[in-house]
């Protein structure tokens, strides 16, 4: 079972980027998804987290009205678009599995190796 993220990469303020999180070795539309942020020397918080069929979404309160979670399970890959990125969005973003977890919580039992994303001018 492996998530791979993808999408990461240098910004500037105010720009987007859309996060990829692939699944290999197992059917992600069974898995409620959460993507997670770690910033250096700050603890990993949780961002947004999306239901296995993608009825229902949460975000922290950070991102909400910026940041955008959705699924293609058809793809086995689920997104999150950011949009108006700030300087501190800038962390390494995780994206994690779980098929009976739901929320913002570490509660997941897969997780992804992440991606960088850094929003600098």
């Known amino acids: 079972l492996q998530l791979v993220e993808s999408g990461g990469g240098l910004v500037q303020p105010g720009g987007s980027l859309r996060l990829s999180c692939a699944a290999s070795?197992?059917?992600?539309?069974?898995?409620?998804i959460g993507w997670f942020r770690q910033a250096p020397g700050k603890e990993r918080e949780g961002v947004s987290c999306?239901?296995?069929?993608?009825?229902?979404?949460n975000y922290a309160d950070s991102v909400k009205g910026r940041f955008t979670i959705s699924r293609d399970n058809a793809k086995n890959t689920v997104y999150l678009q950011m949009n108006s990125l700030k300087p501190e969005d800038t962390a390494v973003y995780y994206c994690?599995?779980?098929?009976?977890?739901?929320?913002?919580?570490?509660?997941?039992?897969?997780w992804g190796q992440g991606t960088q994303v850094t929003v600098s001018s």
């Open positions: 070795g197992f059917t992600l539309s069974y898995y409620a």
């Open positions: 999306i239901t296995s069929k993608g009825g229902i979404t």
């Open positions: 994690a599995a779980d098929s009976t977890y739901y929320g913002l919580g570490p509660g997941y039992d897969y």
